[in-house]
């Protein structure tokens, strides 16, 4: 199960800072269930085994920084312990499906309404196919206004919506996307000419500064919502990989909302 996950996300393509693989669980333990999500907490793993998931496959790494303890006193700790008691793993596959081809932008441009073939907004030296981002271009020229609403419909709703930094009536047609925060790519999305960037995390200061040097249209989606649509792809390939081969798993996508901000209030 390991070698199929690796196969279309290798570990070598992810940052030096990241963390992915195999967090707990046997290698050589049988799998039959398998959810995927973007997040693993609390709420992710009452889904998975109220389902009985055998394996639970996230997008974020459930310690990115490191740890010296798993004890049970801490959220993470007790986490582990529960998975590990109900014989469920955890694998997370990171920046390694930031990057891959196909990987988590890919999806995204997807479910936005970009068509392919998409060209990653940031390749990575040693194979131009690979890399962060993805560009691509709409089916026909829309108004930035309608662009942004095809794209709310296709991201799963979250309670902050889309945020759009632009004039709303502009023409727009070709299109970057980077799951995730994106603030690193700004310059680069600049650089590549696109009408608009899509992404999520985006700070005040840059994204001003930004606006002010008259790029691209920003538009700044949820963290979550960005990275979900990768969920389905991933599980379908995994589990059409695995069939070729004569192996036969149930493979799903996590139904639960697991993005920080559940509300917002304006002042009335």
Not at 105 to 111: I, K, N, P, Y
Not at 168 to 186: I, M, Y
């Amino acid at each position: 199960m390991i070698d199929a996950l690796e196969e279309s996300y290798d570990p070598k393509w992810a940052e030096s800072w990241d963390a992915v693989g195999l967090v707990c669980g046997d290698p050589g333990q049988p799998v039959r269930k398998i959810l995927f999500a973007v997040d693993p907490v609390a709420a992710v793993a009452d889904e998975a085994l109220d389902w009985g998931a055998d394996l639970i496959v996230t997008h974020h790494p459930l310690y990115l920084r490191g740890t010296t303890s798993v004890a049970a006193t801490t959220p993470k700790g007790r986490l582990v312990h529960r998975l590990i008691r109900a014989g469920c793993a955890l694998y997370t596959a990171h920046t390694n499906a930031d990057v891959a081809d196909p990987g988590v932008s890919d999806a995204l441009a997807r479910a936005v309404g970009l068509y392919p073939p998409y060209r990653p907004l940031s390749p990575m030296a040693h194979d131009p196919r690979l890399g962060l981002g993805r560009v691509g271009v709409l089916p026909v020229s829309m108004t930035l206004a309608k662009f942004a609403a095809l794209a709310a419909q296709g991201l799963p709703r979250t309670a902050a919506g889309l945020r759009v930094a632009g004039d709303l009536d502009r023409l727009v047609k070709v299109v970057a996307v980077s799951g995730g925060a994106g603030d690193s790519l700004l310059g680069t999305a600049r650089a590549a000419g696109v009408d608009v960037f899509l992404t999520a995390d985006l700070r005040h200061h840059p994204a001003s500064e930004y606006a002010e040097a008259e790029g691209p249209a920003l538009i700044d989606a949820a963290h979550w919502a960005t990275e979900w649509p990768w969920l389905a792809e991933a599980a379908e390939r995994l589990a059409s990989g695995l069939a070729a081969k004569g192996i036969s798993v149930e493979a799903r996508v996590s139904d639960t909302v697991t993005d920080a901000w559940t509300t917002t209030a304006q002042r009335g």
